[in-house]
C-alpha cells in the first residue's frame, strides 16, 4: 500500500507542477498577446502618420486636409492612452480602437485621392 501512496503522490505533484507551468505559460501567452496588439496599433498609427506626410509631399493633400487628418491622428493617439491607461485592453477596447483607425485609413485615402492639389 505504501507504494501505491508514493506513486499517488508522485503522480499528483507531477500534475500540479504540469498545471503551474501551463498556467504561467496561459500567463504569458496574454500578455505576449496584448504586447503584439500593442505594437499592431502603434505600427499602423506610424503606417497611417508616414502616409499623410508622403500625401503632403506629393501634393496631394491640402494644407486643410492635412490639418484634419492629422487632427484625427491625435484623436486615435489619445484614445490610444486612454485604452492602455489601465493596464488591460478589453475586447471591447481593442475592437474601438481598431473601428478608429479603420475610419482614420479610410479618410486618408479619401483625402490623396480627391484630386484637390496643394496650391504652391
Same mark, same amino acid.
Given at each position: $500500500?505504501?507504494?501505491?501512496?508514493? @506513486?499517488?503522490?508522485?503522480?499528483?505533484?507531477?500534475?500540479?507542477?504540469?498545471?503551474?507551468? @501551463?498556467?504561467?505559460?496561459?500567463?504569458?501567452?496574454?500578455?505576449?498577446?496584448?504586447?503584439?496588439?500593442?505594437?499592431?496599433?502603434?505600427?499602423?498609427?506610424?503606417?497611417?502618420?508616414?502616409?499623410?506626410t508622403? *500625401?503632403?509631399?506629393? *501634393?496631394?493633400? @491640402?494644407?486643410?486636409?492635412?490639418?484634419?487628418?492629422?487632427?484625427?491622428?491625435?484623436h486615435?493617439?489619445?484614445?490610444?492612452?486612454?485604452?492602455?491607461?489601465?493596464?488591460?485592453? @478589453?475586447?471591447?477596447?481593442?475592437?474601438? $480602437?481598431?473601428?478608429?483607425?479603420?475610419?482614420?485609413?479610410?479618410?486618408i485615402?479619401?483625402?490623396?485621392?480627391?484630386?484637390?492639389?496643394?496650391?504652391?
Open positions: $500500500m505504501s507504494s501505491w501512496i508514493k @506513486t499517488l503522490s508522485a503522480v499528483t505533484l507531477t500534475a500540479a507542477g504540469l498545471g503551474l507551468f @501551463t498556467g504561467s505559460a496561459l500567463a504569458q501567452g496574454t500578455s505576449s498577446l496584448a504586447e503584439k496588439q500593442a505594437q499592431r496599433v502603434d505600427n499602423r498609427q506610424e503606417r497611417q502618420s508616414d502616409r499623410i508622403q *500625401g503632403v509631399a506629393s *501634393g496631394q493633400l @491640402t494644407v486643410r486636409e492635412q490639418a484634419r487628418l492629422e487632427q484625427q491622428q491625435r486615435v493617439n489619445r484614445l490610444e492612452r486612454r485604452t492602455e491607461a489601465d493596464g488591460k485592453v @478589453t475586447a471591447k477596447e481593442a475592437v474601438r $480602437m481598431e473601428q478608429a483607425q479603420d475610419r482614420a485609413s479610410h479618410q485615402r479619401r483625402q490623396k485621392h480627391d484630386r484637390q492639389q496643394r496650391g504652391g
